[in-house]
């Protein structure tokens, strides 16, 4: 089933009490203000995570959420990156109908003045996870990232992959302050991605990987997916690892 990652931020200058806070500006799906508007086409709710150094609470709201009750996100990341095991909450089996066509919103209280990123994760159905013949390969990227913004990168495979296409089955990313990271195929409407890592031990989230969020996506070896990178700093070296199964 197909999903795609959007996010929220908002830098507070004070401590906040619960309020609603910026959607990221996004080229893929529309934002305005402080809502993400969920797509017709994924109408359901993956998962999600909250980051901020001082949160000290934080809720998602929708008109279909508010007609039972809005999501009072536990755990969050209390931290400006996602860290080792970051703390998200996926429910990829089990996503939760939160209302195609209409706004969503982060929620966030805070103790101090904070950076604040949310990140969500839409589908249209129960994600199924794939088996195969999955092997991984490594890419690099040389971009100069801009902080608290989607930046585009091309990618460049440290192995030339055999002529045929290939699945997206899973995704880990790794650069100096990378939050998260999401691939762009040609001519595909959505963009999948995965929360970041900062450093070689830190552990990329186990339901990203090796097929068990699905199919992401497909491509030709000679025309592979770019990166939209999500970092906190100016990074200009990023690791990108593709788990992929070959289908022709």
């Not at 552990?203 to 999500?230: A, I, N, Q, S, Y």
């Amino acid at each position: 089933m197909p999903f795609t990652l959007a996010a929220f931020y908002e830098s507070t200058t004070a401590a906040v009490t619960l309020s609603k806070i910026d959607a990221l500006a996004d080229p893929h799906i529309r934002v305005s203000g402080n809502d993400i508007w969920v797509p017709e086409a994924l109408p359901m709710l993956a998962g999600y995570m909250v980051l901020g150094s001082h949160i000290t609470r934080a809720r998602l709201e929708s008109p279909t959420l508010r007609t039972l009750v809005p999501i009072d996100v536990f755990p969050f990341v209390l931290g400006t990156e996602p860290g080792s095991s970051p703390p998200a909450v996926m429910q990829p089996h089990a996503p939760k109908p939160i209302g195609g066509g209409e706004a969503l919103n982060l929620l966030v209280s805070a103790s101090a003045a904070d950076k604040i990123v949310g990140l969500v994760w839409f589908t249209d159905a129960a994600i199924s996870p794939v088996t195969g013949e999955i092997f991984t390969v490594k890419a690099t990227c040389s971009e100069t990232l801009s902080a608290y913004e989607w930046t585009n990168g091309a990618l460049t495979f440290t192995e030339s992959l055999p002529s045929g296409r290939y699945q997206v089955v899973g995704m880990a990313a790794k650069s100096a302050g990378l939050i998260a990271a999401r691939l762009v195929f040609p001519g595909y409407a959505w963009r999948p991605g995965c929360p970041g890592c900062d450093a070689y031990n830190e552990k990329p989230l186990r339901e990203m990987r090796l097929g068990r969020f699905g199919v992401w996506g497909e491509f030709d070896h000679d025309l592979p997916p770019t990166v939209d990178f999500l970092s906190l700093s100016a990074d200009t070296s990023e690791e990108v690892w593709l788990d992929l199964i070959k289908i022709a």
